[in-house]
């Protein structure tokens, strides 16, 4: 990817997912669970930012039409969006 937005939150999911498993995998944990919810809750906001920045980022969207298989279009969870989005507007 060439943005640099989304190569930082690319990072920070990264790091907020290695949190969320080590607080899990910790000899604590089976004590308090408290402490891997709340890294589980960071790392979640993490990915919801992430996937909100590629819905809009041109480089992420290149990305996505350059995985997906020939004549496949757009990724099924951005059809799912864009159906979502298209069923909304005509309801109202």
Wanted: with cysteine.
């Amino acid at each position: 990817m060439d943005c640099l937005e989304c190569k930082s939150l690319e990072e920070a999911f990264e790091a907020r997912l290695s949190q969320y498993n080590e607080a899990r995998c910790a000899a604590y944990f089976r004590v308090s669970t408290e402490l891997a919810a709340k890294k589980n809750v960071d790392m979640e906001r993490t990915r919801n930012e992430l996937e909100e920045h590629q819905l809009i980022c041109a480089s992420a969207q290149a990305q996505r039409l350059m995985r997906t298989p020939a004549g496949g279009g757009l990724s099924a969870s951005v059809r799912n969006s864009k159906d979502f989005l298209a069923l909304s507007l005509n309801d109202h």
